[in-house]
């Protein structure tokens, strides 16, 4: 139990697009989903926070209208970078939690957005 | 200020046992995870610590003590599949993980 999938699983934009990713928890209700960014070589840094049916919390220096999140069920969220430039070429991966009592995170199987 | 300090590489034999160190300092403590990432790859749950002492699972056990602020990780019967980076992260009082920049453990045959 616990799957997180995560769609597209890599994905190819021109600068200016917007691209959007989807993270679903398969086979329980996830009250709490996370996104992260890792560059290469680098640990997971948390870009937000979004609990189902409010507005995600976003970490420090990451731009709420570039990265807007909607975690529309207990299931689903989205994650959708807008007007995409080549730095925001990145491996993002989404997590997601049960509710109370069981803080254990499990991991999407990422999604790799190149930005050309 | 919130902060996690582990090693940034390691190597070991395989057939070896290996520790990875974990240091941390939250704003509360509601546990300690260790997770594996291999390369491209997300990361995957190995353990969780909340309370001091180890943990065995396998060839995996972690270990934490609370009023040292530290945990480890240790490999036993070390295999080529174990190379990848390990991640320690500590649960601060409002359940949010603060990650370490993870340990590269390469595995030499």
């Known amino acids: 139990g616990a799957v997180v999938s995560q769609h597209p699983s890599w994905v190819i934009c021109k600068s200016g697009t917007s691209v959007k990713i989807e993270c679903r928890s398969l086979?329980?209700?996830?009250?709490?989903m996370f996104w992260y960014r890792q560059f290469p070589k680098q640990s997971l840094m948390l870009m937000a926070t979004?609990?189902?049916?409010?507005?995600?919390?976003?970490e420090q220096g990451v731009e709420k209208d570039k990265f807007l999140i909607n975690h529309a069920s207990l299931t689903l969220s989205t994650l959708t970078v807008t007007s995409a430039h080549p730095e925001d070429s990145s491996f993002y991966i989404c997590?997601?939690?049960?509710?109370?009592?069981?803080?254990?995170?499990?991991f999407g199987p990422g999604t790799r957005l190149t930005v050309t | 200020g919130q902060n996690i300090d582990q090693p940034t590489e390691m190597t070991a034999t395989e057939g070896a046992i290996v520790q990875i160190n974990c240091t941390y300092q939250?704003?509360?403590?509601?546990?300690l995870f260790w997770y594996q990432q291999h390369a491209g790859e997300a990361p995957t749950f190995l353990s969780y610590?909340?309370l001091d002492g180890l943990e065995e699972k396998g060839r995996f056990s972690s270990f934490l003590s609370r009023s040292k602020g530290y945990s480890y990780l240790l490999l036993k019967e070390l295999q080529m599949k174990d190379s990848a980076s390990y991640l320690c992260?500590?649960?601060?009082?409002?359940?949010?993980?603060?990650w370490g920049a993870g340990t590269k453990l390469i595995i030499k045959p």
């Open positions: 997590s997601a939690r049960h509710g109370e009592g069981n803080y254990e995170q499990y």
């Open positions: 086979d329980f209700q996830a009250t709490t």
């Open positions: 979004s609990n189902e049916g409010s507005k995600a919390t976003y």
């Open positions: 939250t704003s509360g403590f509601n546990g």
């Open positions: 610590n909340v």
């Open positions: 992260a500590a649960m601060d009082s409002n359940y949010q993980l603060i």
